[in-house]
Structure formats: C-alpha cells, structure tokens
C-alpha cells in the first residue's frame, strides 16, 4: 500500500528546494567582483576561439 503524503507539505517543500536552488545559482552569479567577472568571459572566449580554430571545414 502507497504511503499517505500530506500534499500541502510536499509542496512547500518543493518550493523551498527550488528557492535553495535559485540562492545557490544568485550566489554563483553575483558573488564575484567584476575583476572576476571579467576573467572569467575572456577565459571563456578564449576556450571559445581556440576550439572554434580547430573545426574541420564539412566536406562536400
């Protein structure tokens, strides 16, 4: 037999995990300064630019 669940309490649950969620991703987001920040788009631009230098041309 199916545990009984109290549906009220699942979804303030649910919520709470989700609010945890989007904190953890604010934090991530927001908690650099911009020095930071701004090494961390050049490095990734540059990830960007070297694996986009190593495409092989489609062939015909």
């Keep these: 037999?199916?545990?009984v669940i109290n549906l009220r309490l699942a979804r303030k649950a649910r919520s709470r995990s989700k609010a945890a969620q989007q904190a953890a991703e604010n934090r991530a987001l927001h908690?650099?300064?911009?020095?930071?920040r701004r090494l961390k788009a050049a490095e990734n631009e540059r990830?960007?630019?070297?694996?986009d230098?190593?495409?092989?041309?489609?062939e015909d």
């Design 1 to 3: 037999m199916a545990d």
């Design 31 to 36: 908690g650099q300064s911009g020095s930071e």
């Design 47 to 51: 990830q960007v630019r070297q694996l």
């Design 53 to 58: 230098a190593h495409r092989r041309e489609p």
